[in-house]
């Protein structure tokens, strides 16, 4: 079965520095999301991505966060100056009408900043 | 008040015995969708249900869904210890983003 593929699984950066978060979105798929979940704590939704722009993000989007679609199959988050509060599981998901509006999420990209 | 809230929390059961989960919104939806994710790991898909449907089945998972109650229901039945994780309830509108409720912490007893 297609899956959506992230990396790292696990990156640990110091605060202040910029990592970029990688996905490989399930093939044909036409929306992409970036969720977050805080250790313990909810699934949060932070970006969605339609047709090259962002279709909706929430208010943990803000200007430190940008996402973007390189090329054809990658869609990465990059966080451009780490807060300590950042550290959280980073969760790449997709959709596409072939999927019926079922939303298929990565294993998630662990971030630890210290 | 949060979209998207399940209840119990946390829920221990023998192996073998069923388990409910039930899930409550407060928004209108075009579709409910649940998950599981293993301590650590990724959301795994498990059964999506439309606004228009009443019941689903996959396996040995049900789900119901009352839109006028705005409450869902996973029932997981002749349980397994593999079956141990969170289990996440997802409210949405077609492809717009999700929104997760709290989870049930289900713990299979072998």
């Known amino acids: 079965e297609p899956e959506v593929t992230q990396t790292p699984s696990h990156q640990v950066t110091q605060m202040g520095q910029e990592v970029i978060l990688r996905c490989v979105p399930i093939s044909n798929h036409l929306y992409f999301y970036w969720y977050r979940q805080i250790l313990g704590q909810k699934v949060e939704f932070l970006v969605s991505?339609?047709?090259?722009?962002?279709?909706?993000k929430s208010e943990i989007f803000d200007d430190q966060f940008s996402v973007e679609r390189p090329d054809g199959s990658n869609f990465t988050l990059k966080i451009r100056s780490t807060k300590l509060e950042d550290s959280a599981m980073y969760f790449c998901?997709?959709?596409?009408?072939?999927?019926?509006?079922?939303?298929?999420f990565g294993e998630g990209s662990w971030l630890t900043v210290v | 008040s949060q979209q998207g809230e399940e209840d119990p929390q946390a829920l221990s059961i023998q192996e073998g015995e069923n388990a409910t989960m039930n899930c409550s919104y407060k928004t209108s939806i075009n579709n409910l969708q649940w998950y599981r994710q293993n301590s650590g790991r990724g959301l795994v898909h498990l059964i999506l249900?439309?606004?228009?449907?009443r019941e689903k089945h996959s396996g040995r998972l049900r789900v119901t869904l009352d839109t006028s109650k705005k409450s869902s229901s996973l029932l997981i039945t002749a349980s397994r210890a593999a079956d141990t994780a969170s289990y996440f309830c997802?409210?949405?509108?077609?492809?717009?983003?999700?929104?997760f409720g709290t989870g049930t912490r289900l713990t299979i007893i072998p």
């Open positions: 998901a997709s959709s596409g009408q072939n999927s019926g509006n079922t939303i298929y």
């Open positions: 249900i439309r606004s228009n449907e």
């Open positions: 997802a409210t949405g509108f077609g492809n717009e983003k999700l929104t």
């Open positions: 991505f339609y047709n090259n722009e962002i279709s909706e």
